[in-house]
C-alpha cells in the first residue's frame, strides 16, 4: 500500500520573510542571498503576498531606483496556503491551479 506524503514531510523551514513596507531592494538582495526565486510577504507570521525575481526585474527594467519602491506595490497578493498534512497531490494541484511557485505552509492562518 502506498502511503501519501504529506507537505510537512517535504516543506522548508528555513523560509525568509519580508514586511510589505519593505523596499524592493531589500527583496533584491534577500532573493540574491538566498538563492530562490521567489519570498513571502508577511506581517505579523500571517503570509500577505509572494515577490519574486520576476517582479524585481520588472523594476529594473522600468528604469525605476530600487529603494523607491516597496515590496507591497509590486508582489502577488493574497498568497494560496497549504497546511502541513495536506498531501502532496493537493499542493501540486493549488500549484498548478493557481500558477504559482510558492505555497505557503500554515498552521491556524499563521506560517507554520
Sequence with gaps: ???PMSVRE???????????SAPAGQAAT???????????VAVDNVPTGVVTESDIVDIVVSDTDLS??????????????????????EAAIRLQTNDTALLPVVTDGELA
Excluded: H, Q
Design 68 to 89: 523607491a519602491v516597496t515590496v507591497e506595490s509590486v508582489m502577488r497578493s493574497d498568497p494560496v496556503p497549504v497546511t502541513g498534512d495536506a498531501s502532496l497531490r
Design 1 to 3: 500500500m502506498v502511503v
Design 30 to 40: 534577500k532573493l540574491r542571498e538566498t538563492d530562490r526565486g521567489s519570498l513571502l
Design 10 to 20: 517535504v516543506m522548508r523551514t528555513d523560509y525568509r520573510t519580508l514586511d510589505p
